[in-house]
Nanobody
Framework: VQLQASGGGLVQPGGSLRLSCAASGSRISINAMGWYRQAPGKQRELVATITSGGSTNYAGSVKGRFTISRDNAKNTVYLQMNSLKPEDTAVYYC?????????????WGKGTQVTVSS
């Protein structure tokens, strides 16, 4: 499974960005999808996840500002980020769980930089 993320960039505080991450491969059967982020000097942390049934989970710091969604036909997960704050600055990574012969296998995208600054 290969993951291609896009949509990062530089935005002013209060602005918005939309991240996308498309999964591709010969044997795709995606279970959960999610976004994580890692700021300089900090550990990678969960931002939001979405199950195959559409149930979502958010980190407290982004709840009410970020929205995760998915398009199962396109094997793509999105992260709509509104009211961005400087503390949202980080490299954002997408993550998917693929159903494989011996269970669920996790895959990570390369990451896309999000910088919130005036």
């Amino acid at each position: 499974v290969q993951l291609q993320a896009s949509g990062g960039g530089l935005v002013q505080p209060g602005g918005s960005l939309r991240l996308s991450c498309a999964a591709s491969g010969s044997r795709i059967s995606i279970n959960a999808m999610g976004w994580y982020r890692q700021a300089p000097g900090k550990q990678r942390e969960l931002v939001a996840t979405i199950t195959s049934g559409g149930s979502t989970n958010y980190a407290g710091s982004v709840k009410g500002r970020f929205t995760i969604s998915r398009d199962n036909a396109k094997n793509t997960v999105y992260l709509q980020m509104n009211s961005l704050k400087p503390e949202d600055t980080a490299v954002y990574y997408c993550n998917v769980e693929n159903r494989e012969t011996y269970g669920l296998m996790a895959y990570w995208g390369k990451g896309t930089q999000v910088t919130v600054s005036s």
